[in-house]
């Protein structure tokens, strides 16, 4: 039979070799990463105005500004002609205006974004902001009656540039919690 002694010897000496491990052990980082955050969109008004032929434009670049001697930034056409299409009609690119960095308003045919799927939406959305990301531009979507369709903001204070897309409405052809069934 063990003394009972023995046994306190052994129960004390595996406690003081489980503390004794447990400070060498680094701690888990926690589950939930902090991320950098993501401003929220410019509540600017869309400024369809600047859109006429003669209007001023204040360093405003459109679909219709083509400078004969050098790229003009943010340069859209050939997103334009890869994911646009007819969708995307015209775009008003605006300078930075204090602490906020600049920012492309598209405008889109209404007829043809309510054709639209979720996933089709998304991923015009997603291209286009992907290629004014690129120029440091955030992104918002408007048709012409000015309703806000989508936006895509990025943080460009962190590399590589942390985005979100956000107001992106499910409605259309097919809905994405709805019926997929299409006629």
């Not at 600017?44 to 219709?64: I, M």
């Not at 001697?69 to 050939?78: C, D, H, V, Y």
């Not at 992104?139 to 107001?167: G, H």
């Amino acid at each position: 039979m063990r003394s009972p002694i023995i046994s306190q010897v052994k129960s004390l000496l595996l406690l003081t070799i489980g503390w004794s491990a447990a400070m060498f052990v680094k701690p888990a980082p926690p589950l939930i990463a902090q991320t950098p955050n993501i401003p929220q969109p410019t509540n600017a008004p869309l400024e369809l105005s600047l859109l006429a032929p003669n209007a001023p434009k204040q360093g405003v670049v459109t679909a219709n500004t083509i400078s004969q001697k050098q790229l003009t930034i943010p340069s859209l056409w050939w997103a334009r002609e890869q994911f646009g299409g007819k969708l995307l009609d015209n775009w008003l690119a605006y300078p930075s205006q204090g602490n906020s960095p600049p920012r492309v308003d598209l405008i889109v045919n209404r007829q043809i974004w309510s054709l639209l799927d979720y996933v089709e939406r998304y991923e015009f959305v997603n291209s286009l902001g992907s290629v004014a990301r690129d120029y440091g531009y955030n992104v918002r979507v408007f048709n012409y009656q000015q309703e806000l369709l989508a936006t895509y903001t990025c943080n460009f204070n962190i590399k590589p540039s942390l985005c979100s897309m956000d107001n992106l409405d499910a409605t259309g052809k097919a809905r994405l919690s709805g019926s997929t069934k299409r006629l």
